[in-house]
């Protein structure tokens, strides 16, 4: 599952200053989402960008239909598994 891959990644980053900053250069580029799949693809990892979007779709899916219908709004941020991973990698050092 990528949310295994991605806390895998993560771990790894803690420990290797170069990994963190070639993750993070991925923001930079043109199609950062697909950069950075192509990087972690690259470094062994199986994170795509359908399973990155499809993550955070399905947890909050999954919480709306947890309420039986109470909750019938989404709660904002908790739906993108990216950027989730890049502010965690972000501030830790």
Do not use: H
């Not at 200053?17 to 950069?35: M, Y």
């Not at 062994?44 to 309420?67: I, P, W």
């Amino acid at each position: 599952m990528v949310e295994q891959e991605l806390d895998r990644l993560l771990s790894a980053a803690k420990k290797d200053a170069r990994l963190k900053a070639l993750l993070i250069e991925t923001k930079q580029s043109e199609n950062p989402v697909e950069d950075f799949c192509a990087l972690c693809q690259s470094l062994g990892y199986n994170v795509t960008a359908g399973e990155l979007f499809t993550v955070g779709m399905t947890a909050n899916d999954a919480k709306l239909r947890s309420v039986n219908g109470g909750g019938v709004n989404g709660i904002d941020g908790w739906d993108d598994a990216y950027e989730q991973f890049f502010l965690t990698l972000e501030w830790t050092t």
